[in-house]
């Protein structure tokens, strides 16, 4: 029983992204779930990093479970959805040990969470 019985799960699904996505972010944005999923997926990156996100984004990733709640402009950590929704949607940022099942990110600053360690 390997990863491949999981290929098909969302950590988030679309219907997750529409009801807690607000209108407001253009007419593009608001009306295509899929450019609502890369605004999620690039703010989320983006406070994963210790970079500064929009109020209204940030109170999405934190209702999303994505996000520690806590300020927009200041360093936040990522849940462990929130760590495992990068790593479904941005896996070229990272490497997998399939000895134990751990991962990392491949990158210089070090995050370290309850179970896993991150390098960014």
Known sequence: MG?????NFEVVRDCEIIHFMPIGFGEDID???????????KNCSAK??????GHSVFRV????????????????KLTMRGQLFLQQ????LFSTSNENGSWSVVSTTHYQSSSHSLLI
């Not at 899929?34 to 605004?39: A, I, M």
């Not at 994963?48 to 996100?53: A, D, I, L, P, T």
């Not at 990733?61 to 936040?76: A, C, F, R, W, Y």
Request: without cysteine; proline residues 5%.
């Open 89 to 92: 949607e941005l896996p070229e």
């Open 48 to 53: 994963f990093r210790g970079k500064f996100v």
């Open 61 to 76: 990733l934190v209702n999303m479970g994505l996000v520690q709640d806590g300020s927009p402009s200041k360093e936040t």
């Open 31 to 41: 009306n295509d779930v899929s450019l609502q999923r890369e605004l999620v997926v």
């Open 3 to 7: 990863i491949e019985k999981f290929k």
